[in-house]
């Protein structure tokens, strides 16, 4: 069994007593809308195929796989084997986020990203379980802290186990497998990571989201020649990548193979999913607002044929549905600010030593001392917060 697969227990490393407790948040109902300012693309990856531990290596920019339009209906096995859960934290142990750093240093997309000015690191991951928290939902979690720099708090994921088996009663990514295909010459590489920055209530946040798909320019609208342009460069450029160490490069002691500037636009990004019923959308629609994810694919089952898939709903995240959850969920979106806020404020009080993790069980939300003082950055990296 891998190292990934065994389950730590929630507490590991962390001191026995709780630092202090933070309450949900309380805000003014009445205030303005939420609305996430100054949306701005600045990196992606993806990780090459083999990256470990002893060898990690990442490809600038990366490409999410191709939405096929498959002929409906189609059946696809059931999902088994092994998957990754956390596959920055099972590749970089402690240090999640530094794909997202080396990505963003790496392709320079201007103008370029102010470390200093920057409130909250983070993946949506994160987000979306402290969004959870303040909804009164959500299963127990934890997240470590680090303060970069004078202000900026890196929130690193942290999983009890990184590699999840899959038991055969899922059908997800088998339907991502057979209505996608990866771009020419990224096959093999999986993990693909985007990365953005925006404005969130007076917040500056740079985010990282895994994206399943993205539309080809014959389906996303106006404005997609942009997007042939980016196919075309990033096909010329694959076709070319040779993966072996003498193409590869150190950057912050990660390894970087670059392939051109071809980027998707962020028209052209897609969120699928797969149910047999209703969905809940104010838990499946933050995943689509944190990251301003414009398109969302649902493909239905059939209940009689289990992986049978019969119909696929396309919405906009501006479509009426998806503004009723988005009005539904201001309250959660206004407390999670403020939640940030504070924590921000807590680790800038405990200063650039002190390691501080969150952990949220039976919904409640304790900030604990950790022992192991190393940083989730090498110290290159963290010299562009100074």
């Not at 498959?70 to 096995?77: G, Q, R």
């Amino acid at each position: 069994m891998s190292s990934g697969s065994l389950s730590r227990p929630l507490k590991c490393g962390l001191n026995l007593e709780p630092l202090l407790t933070i309450e949900i948040p309380d805000i003014n109902p009445l205030s303005e809308e939420l609305q996430i300012k100054n949306y701005r693309y600045i990196g992606s990856y993806n990780w090459v195929e083999g990256s470990d531990a002893s060898n990690p290596v990442i490809m600038v920019p990366g490409s999410p796989p191709q939405w096929l339009e498959p002929s409906l209906p189609i059946t696809v096995p059931p999902d088994t084997g092994t998957h990754f859960r956390d596959r920055n934290g099972h590749i970089l142990p402690g240090r999640p986020l530094l794909p997202l750093v080396v990505a963003v240093t790496e392709q320079n997309i201007q103008p370029s990203v102010d470390w200093k000015t920057v409130d909250i690191v983070t993946d949506r991951n994160s987000l979306r379980k402290l969004l959870r928290w303040v909804r009164g939902t959500g299963r127990d979690w934890r997240i470590d802290t680090e303060l970069v720099g004078e202000k900026t708090v890196f929130l690193n994921r942290w999983e009890q186990q990184t590699v999840d088996h899959l038991n055969g009663v899922m059908y997800g990514f088998g339907f991502e497998k057979a209505s996608t295909k990866t771009v020419r010459g990224s096959d093999g590489l999986p993990g693909h990571a985007r990365i953005a920055t925006y404005d969130y209530g007076g917040l500056s946040i740079v985010l990282q989201f895994e994206v399943d798909a993205y539309l080809p320019m014959s389906l996303s609208g106006p404005g997609s020649e942009v997007l042939d342009e980016a196919d075309t460069a990033l096909a010329e450029v694959n076709s070319h990548i040779d993966f072996t160490k003498g193409k590869q490069k150190k950057l912050l002691e990660l390894g970087v193979v670059r392939r051109g500037n071809g980027n998707i636009p962020d028209s052209a990004i897609v969120e699928l999913a797969t149910t047999t019923r209703k969905l809940d959308w104010k838990e499946r629609y933050p995943q689509l607002f944190l990251s301003q994810t414009p398109h969302h694919f649902l493909a239905w089952h059939d209940q009689l044929q289990m992986g049978t898939f019969i119909r696929i709903d396309k919405r906009t995240i501006d479509c009426p549905l998806l503004q009723a959850a988005n009005g539904r969920l201001q309250p959660a979106f206004k407390k999670l600010r403020a939640a940030l806020m504070l924590i921000q404020q807590i680790v800038m009080e405990h200063g650039q030593d002190e390691r501080l993790t969150l952990l949220c069980t039976n919904k409640r939300l304790e900030v604990y001392k950790r022992g192991d003082r190393r940083s989730c950055l090498p110290d290159e990296a963290l010299s562009l917060f100074d």
